[in-house]
């Protein structure tokens, strides 16, 4: 089955510093991903797009500043959390979309990584 | 905004027994998943329904899908301890394939 792998699974920051996690499809091509963000006992809120070679699409009421993304490769995505603040702690999972049989498509999800801003 | 409403929120039950999980969702949908996750881990795919199926099996799981009344069941027979976890249904929203999820069913299988 398709691999998607996320590094760092954790980490811990001081307050105003800046976290970048990569997500990374490992047996399989992806022109996008998507990034997630899980808050304890809540469900998986979509953060944003990532298209391969061009700008990521981010939902309503995600700071693009803040959450910086950049999909260089066909298979490696990475969500840059800039200045980070304790409201940022969260779990981050991003997905790879792969086509199969021509139109259909999974996502497969990557172990996520659990941020914690102090 | 979210979309996609599952019940119960949270389901205990004794291991063998069957658990069943509902999901409603409010627009038109191409198809129809379902997820499995594990606490503080990342989703596992379980089973993908179209628009154009009623039910759809896997292994121990069984999945309907009801366009007519926006919903769809997850039933898993026959439960395991390793079946606890958090399951979620998901549509798609748009043309890139994003998806919108449900609030999730916490199942716990006691053994």
């Known amino acids: 089955g398709a691999v998607v792998s996320q590094h760092p699974s954790w980490v811990i920051c001081k307050s105003g510093t800046s976290v970048k996690i990569e997500c990374r499809s490992l047996d399989f091509q992806a022109t996008t991903m998507f990034w997630y963000r899980q808050f304890p006992k809540q469900s998986l809120m979509l953060m944003a797009t990532?298209?391969?070679?061009?700008?990521?699409?981010?939902e309503q009421g995600v700071e693009k500043d803040k959450f910086l993304i950049n999909h260089a490769s066909l298979t490696l995505s990475t969500l840059t959390v800039t200045s980070a603040h304790p409201e940022d702690s969260s779990f981050y999972i991003c997905?790879?979309?792969?086509?199969?049989?021509?139109?259909?498509?999974?996502?497969?999800f990557g172990p996520g990584t659990r941020l914690l801003v102090l | 905004s979210q979309q996609g409403e599952e019940d119960p929120q949270a389901l205990s039950i004794q291991e063998g027994e069957n658990a069943t999980m509902n999901c409603s969702y409010k627009?038109?949908?191409?198809?129809l998943q379902w997820y499995r996750q594990n606490s503080g881990r990342g989703l596992v795919h379980l089973i993908l329904i179209r628009s154009n199926e009623r039910e759809k099996h896997s292994g121990r799981l069984r999945v309907t899908l009801d366009t007519s009344k926006k919903s769809s069941s997850l039933l898993i027979t026959a439960s395991r301890a390793a079946d606890t976890a958090s399951y979620f249904c998901a549509r798609p929203r748009g043309s890139q394939g994003n998806l919108i999820f449900g609030k999730g069913t916490k199942l716990s299988v006691k053994p």
């Open positions: 997905s790879a979309l792969r086509l199969a049989g021509g139109t259909q498509e999974t996502q497969y």
């Open positions: 627009t038109s949908i191409n198809n």
């Open positions: 990532s298209n391969e070679g061009s700008k990521a699409t981010y």
